[in-house]
């Protein structure tokens, strides 16, 4: 099936900048993404955007929050930090101790943000000096400027070093890919080397790499094995995984669930209702060869944004009718009980039937009350009693 590009957007105070790192991005993703620049510089970061996902490269200036008005709140926003490339480290450690240099940058706050990350990476050899547009200061004495690719501001007449523009660190990297879900690029050559090249101990990457792929193998063996359907969803509830259990539950073929909008399989668009939501769901379904099943949908949400959900299939029993319909109700309107148990002292023997039936689901029904608000927590027994006991449930009578 066609899968379509995610856009990235790449935010940054000058127009250049955003284009090299917009290169960057290209180097490691190629056409999996489609990139696009805004700048502070040229007036575009001001406009209206809709693209998938935000990368603010530049946190330090000053129009950051203003930049943050044009983009939908429903998107995906990293907020990009950069370094140096230990090669650039290096050579700045062979000058002199106590050689003073200007540090050259578009705006005061982002020459003292690369004069804190030079130190950060241990060069203590020089003392900087910031230098940028409007400085009052001339430097006379100072001959040398050092600069991340803003050398056209330097002072005339000054020596200077270029040491190329800060790259987008480790994190943010990390960050990109896993909304881009790219999982697959940290094993590329690309990657690992440029992570190598920005990193001070690269033990933590190739731990990372190793933990994932145990992860992963983990994560496809308990597929084979779980006696549970398990449905896996993206952020647009397009079926993207599922095992064999959740194939034989439904009565379909492989190639019938995956891929597929999970309402065509799923007609009460429960997967819809868990993300508008943002807490779980439990539905009571009839597959197409007539079993009544049980279908638990968690949400996976971050920030505020929905990111996939996974879906639960078992066979379902009486009880979990009668547990379902009265968690939902509580859910749905937030019921607060007026009494608790305590207050019922009645000896009658339906009533005595469902008391003692609710005790014993005491471990599922813990499970659920995590979902309450915290108020109504303390007496969740007693609103799912007084709604069964509304509902009139025929099958607690039998």
């Avoid at 933990?211 to 647009?236: C, H, P, W, Y």
């Amino acid at each position: 099936m066609f899968k379509i590009s995610l856009k990235i957007a790449v935010i940054s105070a000058g127009k250049d900048v955003g284009i090299f790192y917009k290169k960057q991005l290209e180097y490691f993703f190629a056409d999996a993404v489609e990139l696009y620049t805004y700048s502070i510089e040229d007036g575009t970061a001001y406009s209206p955007k809709t693209e998938d996902i935000f990368l603010i490269t530049t946190i330090s200036f000053d129009s950051h929050n203003e930049v943050l008005r044009y983009i939908p709140k429903d998107k995906h926003i990293v907020n990009g930090t950069i370094t140096i490339r230990n090669s650039t480290v290096e050579k700045l450690k062979k000058f002199p101790a106590g050689t003073k240099a200007l540090l050259v940058n578009s705006t005061k706050s982002m020459c003292e943000e690369t004069i804190v990350l030079l130190h950060q990476k241990g060069v203590s050899n020089i003392q900087f000096f910031s230098y940028y547009p409007g400085c009052k200061e001339k430097y006379d004495d100072i001959p040398l400027a050092i600069t991340p690719g803003e050398g056209h501001f330097a002072p005339v007449g000054k020596e200077v070093l270029d040491i190329g523009n800060r790259v987008l660190d480790t994190n943010t990297l990390l960050e990109v890919i896993s909304f881009t879900d790219c999982e697959y690029l940290l094993k590329t050559d690309r990657l690992i080397n440029y992570f190598d090249e920005i990193s001070e101990n690269n033990t933590g990457i190739e731990s990372l790499i190793s933990k994932m792929e145990l992860a992963t193998q983990q994560f496809n063996i308990l597929l084979r094995l779980s006696n549970e359907g398990i449905i896996l969803v993206d952020s647009t509830n397009n079926i993207v995984m599922c095992n064999q259990k959740a194939n034989d539950f439904l009565g379909k073929g492989r190639i019938d669930v995956l891929y597929k909008p999970a309402e065509t399989i799923f007609q009460n668009n429960i997967f819809e209702q868990a993300a508008k939501d943002e807490i779980t769901k439990t539905v009571l379904f009839l597959s197409d060869t007539g079993v009544k099943l049980r279908l638990k949908v968690v949400p996976i949400v971050k920030h505020g944004v929905y990111l996939s959900g996974i879906g639960i299939i078992t066979r379902a029993n009486p009880e979990d009718e009668i547990l379902t319909n009265a968690m939902n109700k509580i859910l749905k309107k937030g019921h607060i009980a007026r009494y608790t148990f305590d207050s019922i002292i009645t000896k009658t023997k339906n009533v005595t039937k469902i008391k003692k039936l609710l005790k014993k689901w005491q471990n599922q029904i813990q499970l659920f009350s995590s979902q309450v608000k915290a108020e109504q927590e303390k007496n969740f027994l007693p609103i799912l009693f007084t709604i069964i006991l509304q509902e009139k449930i025929s099958l607690l009578w039998q």
